[in-house]
């Protein structure tokens, strides 16, 4: 079973960038549909972007959209999502999952079988 290790969380002003990097092991990493999920205090967890097994296809939330890139690097067995133009409503604890099923289903976390720990993100205004 893959295990997932995110990274790269922490405290930045609105209107900067953080890049989170969440690495996997135990499996076989192209197997997955890789996607990033938050949870922001008092609220349910959301959808922020998945990737497809080879990379090629993309989605993102609507409120992240042209502001967030996912990208995967095979020959590191990571995922990586780019955050520029950081908002306080960015502020959430980020989670990394994947899923053995169909990329089509990506948006449900219900779809991911394993998760990672999780890592803060503050925006501050």
């Known amino acids: 079973q893959v295990q997932l290790v995110e990274s790269g969380g922490g405290l930045v002003q609105a209107g900067g960038s953080l890049r989170l990097s969440c690495a996997a092991s135990g499996g076989t990493f192209s197997r997955y549909v890789m996607g990033w999920f938050r949870q922001a205090p008092g609220k349910e967890r959301e959808h922020v972007a998945s990737?497809?097994?080879?990379?090629?296809?993309?989605d993102y939330a609507g409120s992240v959209k042209g502001r967030f890139t996912i990208s995967r690097d095979g020959a590191k067995n990571t995922v990586y999502l780019l955050m520029n133009s950081l908002k306080p409503e960015d502020t959430a604890v980020y989670y990394c999952?994947?899923?053995?099923?169909?990329?089509?289903?990506?948006?449900?976390?219900?779809?991911?079988?394993?998760w990672g720990q999780g890592t803060q993100v503050t925006v501050s205004s």
């Open positions: 990737i497809s097994r080879g990379g090629t296809a993309r």
């Open positions: 999952a994947a899923s053995d099923r169909s990329f089509t289903d990506a948006r449900s976390g219900n779809s991911y079988g394993r």
